[in-house]
Each structure stands twice: as structure tokens, then as C-alpha cells.
């Protein structure tokens, strides 16, 4: 499905770029006087044009991207590899109307609606089943629909080009959507999320301001399924109303996961979705760990079912065939065999690298970094998904101790460091059993299975 450019979403022009400021990636490196550029997700190397090279140089010194087809072109190639990043200024926020889904949590709204003030005159309650009403709601649903029907009925009420969602238990900062509405004067964008940070309220507040699920991080991405950041959720997310409609907005079967399911759809239906960190929310997490672990239990879930809609995007670990050789090598009881699969996987990479012009020094950091991070999704499964099938045997309960080696590493000698790394087990304990059990419901093996490729996954 092709989508078009909905009303109000800023002037099209060829190549789906507008007049705009940019930033690099973190991770983005340039090499031979900026010709060869390495970085986005996943990692490629691009060469580019004498020209072109001049032309990035000056948008990184605070030149915006010029009108001509040809600048536009690389600037629209450049972002969405992930390059580059749109830097948001400062956008009128009068045309976006605020959609708010609440059950039972009258007191967040009114702090919500405090903490608005009068950045967004369009304000849209949806009150889905509360077991009293909650007051001045502007649609009730005398039973419980779900966060995803609830948000199709507040949006689809909306008259504003923008609709911005944010749950009852979030608080954006002043001026939150200052630097998410002007990335929507590139028409290409359907949807931009802030970053949503937990308050450190109790313990599990503690906990999630340190590796809250739904904090994406402080740098910006371009996402899509085989970026850095996979998705971004719906307790704060500013969505084109043309593209909800392009799409059939949140599918009301998902109790959980709609959030994914959606940027997965806009995504494919050829929108971009952008996550812009300098925007913050900040979100109040479950109020004891009980109520916390069965949140994360119903989180994992939602992966069967959006494996049966989306086929081949979830996957526990997304490993090279030669990872994928050293691990099995590893787990059937030889290291070494494994260790050398890895030392001549990386010595190729390294030395396929060189050959496109990188530094040896550069090339052969790039081929290290791919195997740890390998190593570190493997130890992710392990961890979060493979752990029932680890914990009978010697050998495999071995395995799940040294996958917590990162973890124990990062505890170390922090005040918090070892009510973190228990509250880490049970956080990855609840959301691998909801994965089990929705594979169970859903009879799917898919979100339980690593994705394997031919790739290495360095660079493209």
C-alpha cells in the first residue's frame, strides 16, 4: 500500500525533503575526506560524490538542505539510512489535538492535563470502561474496549492534521512538542515519538529509570524494524491523522503490542517514523513489582501475535550464519571450534572492510564490534527467552549464569547495583514466560527462533 502526503503536512517536494536542518548519527564516521561515509541501521558504507561530500560537510557546519533536486535527493538517501537526523526547531503547536485513553485513573488525567496547559487547545478524553466515570471525559465506553479502540476513537473524533497520544500516567515537560511538530514538514513522516523516561518513584521506578522499556534512549533514530530502535510506543506518540486513516489506525484485536503493530504497518505502507529524544515524557511505572511482572508478562505475550502479522520481524537475535555456527559449536561442547569460526569470520570482515577503503585500525574495530554484539543479542535469548530450556541441564544453566555476566559488570559497585540486578532477572523471567505463553496460545515457535543471514551484519 502507497500512502499520500496527508492535509496540512507541509510541502511536498521531490524527494520527500523540505528545507531542514541536520545532525549525524552518534555512530557515524566519515573516511577519505568525507567520500566514504559508515554508519545507520543496519550498518552500511556509502561512498559519495566529491559534491556530495562538500554538500554534507556544509549541512554538518548548520547550512539547511537547499531546494536543488539533486541536494534534496542525497539528503533524503542520507536520512533515511540513518545517517543524518532532522534537527526540530521550534513548531506552532495549535494544530494537534491531544488524545488521552484512561481506565480508572482520574487523578493522572488532571495532572496530564495540568502538565499541558495551553501547548494543545485540542484535548480528546476517552474514559474506556472506568469503573466510575471518569469526570469531563469527551467519549465513554460503558465496557472496556482496549487502549487500541479507545485511541481509534479518540483520534477519529479529532479535526487537526496531528494527534498526539499520551496515556494517563504520563507528564510531558514544557515545550514537548516543539521539536516534534516540525519534523512533520517532511511529508514522508507519519509519526514522531519523544523519548518516555520513568520517574524514580518506589522500586520498580528505581529500577525502570535505568532500563525502562520504553525509554528508546537519549540519541534519535529513524525506526523501522531493522534499525537500532525496532519501534516506539504509544504512551506518547504524535501520528499524521492521514496516515492512522491510510492504515486502519490501531488494530482493536492487539490488547497488547498495537503500539509495535502500527509503526510496523506505517512503516511498511512506506512512511517514516522518527524518534526524537530532545522531546520528554516522563511516564509513572507500576506501583508494586507484582503489578510490574505481570505487566511485562502480558508485554511478552503480544510477540506470537505479531509474528502472525508480521512475519519474519520477530526473531529473539538476528545472527550471521558464522555466529550462528560458533554458537551452536559453543553449546554442543566446543569452544574452541567456535572461537576460531569467530577469529576467521572477523579477520574477513575486517579484511573485506580495508578493501572498500576503510582504515585497518577502523575495519578491524567494525568486524570486533560485530561479534560482541552478536554475542550480547545471544546472551539476550539466553537470558530472556531460551532460559526454561537452559535451566535442566548443567551445561545450559552455565550458559544463563554467563549471560549475566554484562549485568553483573554494570551492577558493580553502584549504591543500587544489586536490587537492579534482581529486579533485571525478574524483569527477564516475566516477559520470556509471557513469550512462551502466547507461543503456546498462538501455536507459533517464530518469536522463540534467532533470524539467520548470510550477512555479517557490519556493513552494507
Not at 95 to 102: E, K, L, N, R, S
Not at 208 to 221: F, H, I, K, Q
Amino acid at each position: 500500500m502507497r500512502r499520500t502526503a496527508g492535509r496540512g503536512g507541509g510541502k511536498r517536494r521531490r524527494g520527500g525533503v523540505v528545507s531542514v536542518r541536520v545532525r549525524p548519527d552518534a555512530r557515524m564516521r566519515r573516511f577519505h575526506a568525507g567520500r566514504i561515509v559508515l554508519g545507520g541501521a543496519p550498518t552500511r558504507l556509502l561512498r559519495l560524490s566529491p559534491a556530495g561530500a562538500a554538500l554534507m560537510e556544509s549541512w554538518l557546519a548548520g547550512e539547511p538542505v537547499g531546494d536543488r533536486p539533486g541536494e534534496r535527493r542525497l539528503a533524503h538517501r542520507l536520512l533515511r539510512a540513518g545517517v543524518l537526523h532532522p534537527i526540530g526547531g521550534d513548531g506552532a503547536t495549535a494544530d494537534v489535538t491531544v488524545v488521552v485513553p484512561v481506565k480508572d485513573n482520574p487523578a493522572g488525567v488532571r495532572e496530564l492535563m495540568g502538565a499541558i496547559g495551553a501547548e494543545a487547545a485540542h484535548r480528546i478524553v476517552v474514559d474506556d470502561g472506568s469503573a466510575i466515570p471518569v469526570p469531563d471525559a469527551t467519549i465513554r465506553h460503558t465496557t472496556a474496549r482496549g487502549p487500541a479502540a479507545a485511541r481509534n476513537a479518540g483520534y477519529r473524533c479529532a479535526r487537526t492534521d496531528l494527534v498526539a497520544f499520551l496515556d494517563s500516567d504520563t507528564t510531558p515537560e514544557p515545550g514537548w512538542l516543539n521539536t516534534v511538530v516540525p519534523l512533520f514538514d517532511d511529508p514522508d513522516v507519519a509519526a514522531v515519538a519523544p523519548r518516555i523516561r520513568a520517574r524514580r518513584t518506589g522500586i520498580v521506578g528505581g529500577y525502570e529509570s535505568r532500563s525502562s522499556c520504553l525509554d528508546m534512549g537519549p540519541e534519535p533514530a529513524n525506526v523501522h524494524p531493522g534499525g537500532r530502535v525496532r519501534y516506539v510506543p504509544t504512551a506518547a506518540l504524535v501520528v499524521r491523522r492521514a496516515a492512522l486513516d491510510a492504515v486502519g489506525g490501531f488494530d482493536e484485536t492487539l490488547r497488547y503490542g498495537e503500539d509495535v503493530d502500527l509503526v510496523w504497518r506505517l512503516v511498511a505502507a512506506g512512511y517514516v517514523v522518527r524518534y526524537q529524544p530532545d522531546s520528554v515524557v516522563w511516564h509513572s511505572p507500576r506501583g508494586t513489582v507484582r503489578e510490574w511482572l505481570v505487566q511485562r508478562i502480558a508485554y511478552g505475550s503480544s510477540a506470537a501475535p505479531l509474528a502472525r502479522r508480521h512475519p519474519g520481524l520477530l526473531y529473539c537475535a538476528h545472527l550471521s550464519e558464522s555466529v550462528a555456527v560458533q554458537a551452536v559449536s559453543s553449546v554442543a561442547g566446543y569452544p574452541i571450534l567456535g572461537f576460531a569460526v569467530g577469529v576467521v569470520t572477523g579477520v574477513r570482515t575486517a579484511h573485506r572492510l580495508r578493501g572498500r577503503g576503510l582504515p585497518l585500525r577502523t575495519a578491524a574495530g567494525i568486524a570486533a564490534a560485530g561479534e560482541l554484539s552478536a554475542a550480547n543479542q545471544i546472551a539476550e535469548a539466553i537470558r530472556r527467552v531460551w532460559w526454561p530450556l537452559a535451566l535442566p541441564t548443567r551445561r545450559g544453566r552455565i550458559l544463563l549464569a554467563a549471560s549475566y555476566i554484562p549485568a553483573v559488570w554494570h551492577a558493580v559497585g553502584q549504591a543500587w547495583g544489586v536490587r537492579w540486578l534482581a529486579l533485571r532477572v525478574a524483569d527477564d523471567t516475566a516477559y520470556g514466560l509471557g513469550v512462551w505463553l502466547g507461543c503456546l496460545r498462538e501455536r507459533s515457535l517464530e518469536p522463540l527462533l534467532p533470524r539467520i543471514s548470510r550477512n555479517d551484519g557490519t556493513a552494507r
